[in-house]
């Protein structure tokens, strides 16, 4: 089985102050995980991912993940974030054998001026 | 990154009639598609998934025949609504993959069709 938590449902951040959104998985076997953004009746785009290699994933829009294998983590960053940013951000899971996307709740971030 | 199109952005329709939803690859060929459903302000229930040829994979809770959907080219999946009702109302979202076996692609989205049964 895979899953992905999202514990937060709210994220609020000032505009230039760091944005972090959190994401914890459980799997079997190697992750691939994905992060995406939602913006109001629109559909989900696509941020970044990690596959293998390096922990540290840079995306779309100066947002970038850490990828933590022992603590199962995955967790979503921006050093300066803008108000442009608040949309609700989904991180997802994918199983190595499976190919359907688990989602987590999703994470609302308002970024204030 | 790839482009999936998703027709009509929103629908109203009556209580009984039938709807159909267009989601289609503008640049690449999708082996498979997956159909979700969003209720507001919550996550993604993905209700089937369809492999272009062959019939949709429904994920358990999903009325195959309320919810018909036809992969039947490699650019464009249909789902249909039928006898929609207004518990059908919801924000229904596509997203196709160009590889079904490769689980390092990301999956890309339509923008999604807003239901409403009145």
């Known amino acids: 089985a895979q899953s992905v938590a999202q514990p937060e449902d709210q994220v609020n951040v000032a505009e230039g102050n760091p944005l972090t959104v959190k994401c914890t998985y459980s799997v079997s076997g190697n992750p691939y995980l994905f992060w995406y953004v939602q913006y109001p009746n629109r559909g989900l785009q696509f941020l970044l991912k990690?596959?293998?290699?390096?922990?540290l994933v840079k995306g779309s829009y100066g947002f970038e993940a850490e990828f933590n294998k022992s603590q199962t983590s995955f967790h979503l960053k921006k050093p300066s974030a803008l108000v442009s940013d608040s949309a609700l951000y989904f991180c997802a899971v994918r199983q190595s054998t499976r190919y359907k996307l688990s989602f987590g709740a999703g994470t609302t971030v308002t970024v204030r001026a | 990154g790839a482009v999936v199109s998703q027709h009509p952005s929103w629908v109203i329709c009556k209580s009984g009639t039938s709807v159909k939803i267009e989601c289609r690859s503008l640049d690449f060929q999708a082996t498979t598609m997956f159909w979700y459903r969003q209720f507001p302000k919550q996550s993604l229930m993905l209700m089937a998934t369809s492999n272009e040829g062959s019939k949709a994979t429904y994920e358990q809770g999903v009325e195959k025949d309320k919810f018909l959907i036809n992969h039947a080219s490699l650019t464009l999946s249909t789902l249909t609504v039928t006898s929609a009702h207004p518990e059908d109302s919801s924000f229904y979202i596509c997203?196709?993959?160009?590889?079904?076996?490769?689980?390092?692609?990301?999956?890309?989205f339509g923008q999604g069709t807003r239901l409403t049964v009145v």
């Open positions: 997203s196709a993959q160009a590889d079904s076996n490769a689980m390092n692609t990301e999956a890309f």
């Open positions: 990690y596959i293998t290699g390096d922990n």
